[in-house]
């Protein structure tokens, strides 16, 4: 799992504001995934993106969004933040055949 | 969609003894399945997967299990460790024609497992 970058590592804004966090895959993979894990339960998935498409999108709102480059690293975006999405942001880095997901160590936002 | 479903939430054992964890899942067409390890404040780490075409894959004290008619697969670890203590998560997805993956891991709530030395 070495190798999948996020930042930052930790980020305080307040409601209303917009934040955008960065991810660099593994040296390879073309592949990156978004979730969010709230604490005290599982990773839930935002979006995949796959040479600079969009290859799935979760259960989230439009206030959610992401994009990939030409060298695979990908940023989210979340506008009107809201308490509620204060979480754990992780990026998951995947050879997209064979797939085995690899996580960044992650984004903690807080929203306050 | 596919839920996935994970049990216990919590599992307690002593130094040496062994652990499992079971989940279950809903889509029948999921064919991967990776175990994560999360210790606090740290990313989750695979430790071990297997898909849909074996039964069972084992890597030193851990093992996983998998029943496609049930839709269940198990982690077992034995002689468990202190270090073994973790929050462990299960997941499914699938993947398509050559491969190909849809990208969408779906875990389970996870569990608290705790090994007293």
């Known amino acids: 799992d070495a190798g999948v970058t996020q930042s930052p590592t930790h980020l305080i804004k307040t409601r209303g504001q917009h934040v955008t966090l960065r991810c660099s895959p593994i040296?390879?993979?073309?592949?990156v995934s978004w979730y969010q894990q709230v604490l005290g339960q599982g990773p839930q998935f935002i979006f995949q993106?796959?040479?600079?498409?969009?290859?799935g999108r979760g259960n989230f709102p439009d206030r959610f969004s992401a994009r990939q480059f030409p060298n695979y690293s990908s940023e989210l975006n979340v506008n009107a933040l809201l308490l509620g999405d204060s979480a754990l942001y992780l990026c998951?880095?995947?050879?997209?055949?064979?797939?085995?997901?690899?996580f960044g160590q992650g984004t903690r936002l807080t929203v306050v | 969609g596919e839920n996935v479903e994970q049990h216990p939430s919590t599992l307690s054992v002593q130094e040496g003894d062994s652990a499992v964890i079971k989940c279950t899942y809903s889509?029948?067409?999921?064919?991967?399945f990776p175990w994560y390890k999360q210790e606090l404040g740290k990313r989750p780490q695979l430790i071990i997967d297997?898909?849909?075409?074996?039964g069972e894959k084992k890597d030193q004290r851990i093992a996983v299990t998998l029943n496609k008619t049930a839709k269940h697969f198990s982690l077992h670890i034995t002689e468990t460790q202190p270090e073994d203590s973790a929050v462990y998560f299960c997941?499914?997805?699938?993947f398509g024609a050559g491969g190909t993956s849809y990208g969408k891991l779906t875990f389970g709530q996870g569990t608290i497992l705790t090994v007293h030395p």
């Open positions: 998951a880095s995947s050879s997209l055949v064979g797939g085995e997901a690899f």
């Open positions: 040296s390879g993979h073309k592949s």
């Open positions: 993106y796959y040479e600079k498409e969009e290859r």
């Open positions: 889509d029948s067409a999921s064919n991967y």
């Open positions: 297997i898909r849909s075409n074996v």
């Open positions: 997941a499914a997805n699938k």
